[in-house]
């Protein structure tokens, strides 16, 4: 059984910081691909982040790339997502997800799993 489950999310103003946190209920977490992708109201579900299994490849949307940093701890079985220099369009739900597909880690349909969604406001 698999759970996934986001904290960190909360109000912030705009150019704050927010880390995002990812607890992972699997067994082999060191095996699973990693990823963040959010989604705002009236939008479709969009890809933020994602990394490798032993965290040495990272992707980022064009929108967040130099703005956000993925990371994992597979010791925790946590993936992280550090996000500074917040911009109101990054308003939205952050959902945490992992999968066994290695090679379109942009793309939802890479994974199985998903949490539940932690909401990030950013007010202007």
């Known amino acids: 059984q698999v759970q996934l489950v986001e904290s960190g999310g909360g109000l912030v103003q705009a150019g704050d910081s927010l880390r995002l946190s990812c607890a992972a209920s699997?067994?082999?977490?060191?095996?699973?691909?990693m990823g963040w992708f959010r989604q705002a109201p009236g939008k479709e579900r969009e890809f933020v982040a994602a990394?490798?299994?032993?965290?040495?490849?990272?992707y980022y949307a064009d929108s967040v790339q130099g703005r956000f940093t993925i990371s994992r701890d597979n010791g925790k079985k946590s993936e992280y997502l550090q996000m500074d220099s917040l911009k109101p369009e990054d308003t939205a739900v952050y959902y945490c997800?992992?999968?066994?597909?290695?090679?379109?880690?942009?793309?939802?349909?890479?994974?199985?799993?998903w949490g539940l969604g932690t909401q990030v406001t950013v007010s202007s």
């Open positions: 990394i490798s299994s032993t965290g040495g490849r990272t």
């Open positions: 699997v067994r082999t977490f060191s095996t699973v691909t």
């Open positions: 997800a992992a999968g066994y597909n290695h090679y379109t880690p942009r793309f939802p349909s890479a994974y199985t799993y």
